[in-house]
Structure formats: C-alpha cells, structure tokens
C-alpha cells in the first residue's frame, strides 16, 4: 500500500475511534481518554492506537482493560467508514508522553526559584540578553 493511503486510513482510525470513545461508550471504566494518534501496518490489517489516560496506574490499567473490552464494537465502527477487504485490528497502547511532561513541569516548579522560571520564559529576557551581547562586543573592539 501506499504510504499515503496508510497515512489517510490512519487518520480516519483515529478520529473514529476518539468519537466513538467520547460519545457513544457507556463503559463506566473509560474516563479521561485522549486518542493521539493511530499507526496502521502497511497491509492494513493491524493498528496500533495511542491513547493517554489521565489519572494514576491503577485508573489506567482499568481504563486500557475497558478499552480492550470495547475493541470489537470499535472495529465495526471504523469497518463503517472504511472500505476495505479487511478491518484493522486495533491495539490499543498507553502513551504516557503527556503524563511525564506534567510530571517534568511539576518537578521544574519545585527546583526552579519563583523569579528565575518567570524571566527565563519571559519575552524581554531575551532583549536583556541581547544587549549583554552588544556590551561584550563593543569591550572587545575597544
């Protein structure tokens, strides 16, 4: 297959499958899923869906395990909007790059004084610098 029709196909996993997680699961055990994306083998039969789950192991691990119960019913609704010889089977997978990041945020707040993370992000920090570069510039032609 081509990989712009793996890409295509891919794309249209995913939003079928965080749509029908949003609003047509009833499962009690999937709460605070986010779809990120979707991969699809070259022969379109295996996809590999990446969700993030927010909420500690254990809501996780619960939330994948409802998941996993709900594939079929998700399969037949990809299998609505793709027309092909074979519906992919979806795997789903735990993507936990959005949960480490608010964990590297957390521990950066902490370390980081109050006044030093503030003029880092700040906009005219980056003017004070540039000026500090000037200074040095016009000591070392003199």
Known sequence: MSARRTARVASMIREVVSSAILSE?????????TVLGAEVSPDLRYSRVRVS???DEKTAALTMHGL???TGYLRSRV???IKSRHIPELRFVL???IQKSVE???ILREVL???SAEAALDVGSSAAFDDDI???DETESV
């Open 25 to 33: 699961l009833r499962d009690p055990r999937i709460r605070n899923v």
């Open 53 to 55: 789950i927010m909420g």
């Open 68 to 70: 996993n119960s709900a």
């Open 79 to 81: 299998g609505e909007y």
């Open 95 to 97: 993507d936990e790059g």
């Open 104 to 106: 590297v945020s957390a």
């Open 113 to 115: 004084p109050e006044g």
């Open 134 to 136: 000037q200074g040095e």
